[in-house]
């Protein structure tokens, strides 16, 4: 049984651009969501996704988007790179009834420079 | 709005002793409280979880909480560590009221276990 993935595992992009992660959950899992972990500090909460919409978003700028596909896995999105934006992004999968544990994947590492 | 305090950044301690990650939480509801373990390049996993009923709660790898509502804290102990247990720790606070599941998180204890 697949845990959750997400990919590339490593990323460079410069200030200005645009990029997309990706994550498929634990299999059976149908809300899925995305945290920015920057370097020496905790996971903050950036949106979950169930059923294909956002049904909560921390306190992430418009620049930070994201999507549902209708298998589950998700992307997330984000525009006008600043050097801040370098982080682990982790994704984290759960059942929607019985969301208080949540299954994280490995990451993907995102240098902005 | 719900806040963690981890009141270490680092925990040094020799294999075979006790340990104990310290965890202090503020909300103005009933929270749900949890613990992760992060080990290097990897992601988070859930160790243990208090969500109601015995303030003891058990977890993996010999790791055990006690939830302690009138001095708001939440720590994390194992009687005896092992070099496999150096990682990255993570107290997280959710909102009881809300429903929601969404965890805060600390900022993180760093476990140092020495041979």
């Known amino acids: 049984d697949a845990g959750v993935t997400q990919s590339p595992t490593h990323l460079i992009k410069t200030r200005g651009q645009q990029v997309t992660l990706r994550c498929s959950p634990k299999?059976?899992?149908?809300?899925v969501s995305w945290y920015q972990q920057a370097l020496g500090q905790g996971p903050q909460f950036i949106f979950q996704?169930?059923?294909?919409?956002?049904?909560q978003r921390g306190n992430f700028p418009d620049r930070f988007s994201g999507h549902q596909y209708p298998n589950y896995s998700s992307e997330l999105n984000v525009n006008a790179l600043l050097l801040g934006d370098s982080a682990l992004y982790l994704c984290?999968?759960?059942?929607?009834?019985?969301?208080?544990?949540?299954?994280f994947g490995p990451g993907t590492r995102l240098t902005v420079l | 709005a719900q806040s963690v305090t981890q009141l270490d950044s680092q925990v040094p301690v020799f294999e075979e002793a006790p340990v104990e990650l310290r965890c202090n939480y503020s909300?103005?509801?009933?929270?749900?409280l949890f613990w992760y373990v992060q080990y290097p390049n990897q992601g988070l996993q859930l160790l243990l979880k208090y969500l109601s009923g015995s303030t003891l709660v058990k977890g993996i790898n010999g790791f055990e909480a006690e939830f302690n509502k009138s001095q708001t804290s939440f720590h994390l102990r194992k009687p005896s560590v092992h070099i496999s247990d150096t990682a990255e720790y993570f107290c997280?606070?959710?909102?009881?009221?809300?429903?929601?599941?969404?965890?805060?998180f600390g900022r993180g204890t760093s476990l140092i276990v020495h041979p």
């Open positions: 299999s059976g899992h149908d809300t």
């Open positions: 909300s103005s509801v009933s929270v749900y």
């Open positions: 984290a999968s759960s059942l929607e009834e019985g969301t208080d544990t949540q299954y």
């Open positions: 997280a606070v959710s909102d009881r009221a809300g429903g929601s599941y969404i965890p805060t």
């Open positions: 996704y169930y059923e294909e919409e956002e049904r």
